[in-house]
């Protein structure tokens, strides 16, 4: 069972940049296709990015297409999510999950969850 734990949140100003790691334990990592997913305030859980599992093809939200970009390392079993050009709506708890093989847009088909990591945009 892949087991996953995010990092790299924080506070931030308009227009800066982070990365997100997601650590995943687990021989089977490489067979599982990853999402990024974000929840606001008040907000329902939303999709962010996906990418397969030989990170091959990669797809995002409109609202972040050309902003962010996802990538893993399967030799070093993580994930990553490089956030550039930050905005104030884009502040939300930010969870990677897991899925085998296939990618997928929504999470409720993403069986596998860390626990999130704030992102918080404020001038």
């Known amino acids: 069972q892949v087991q996953l734990v995010e990092s790299g949140g924080g506070l931030v100003h308009p227009g800066d940049s982070l990365r997100l790691s997601c650590a995943a334990s687990g021989r089977a990592f490489p067979s599982y296709a990853m999402g990024w997913f974000r929840q606001a305030p008040g907000k329902e859980r939303e999709f962010v990015a996906t990418?397969?599992?030989?990170?091959?093809?990669?797809n995002y939200a409109d609202s972040v297409k050309g902003r962010f970009t996802a990538s893993r390392d399967n030799a070093k079993n993580a994930v990553y999510l490089q956030m550039n050009s930050l905005k104030p709506e884009d502040t939300a708890i930010y969870y990677c999950?897991?899925?085998?093989?296939?990618?997928?847009?929504?999470?409720?088909?993403?069986?596998?969850w860390g626990q999130g990591t704030q992102v918080t945009v404020s001038s």
């Open positions: 999950a897991a899925r085998p093989f296939t990618s997928s847009y929504y999470s409720h088909e993403y069986p596998i």
């Open positions: 990418i397969s599992w030989n990170g091959g093809v990669s």
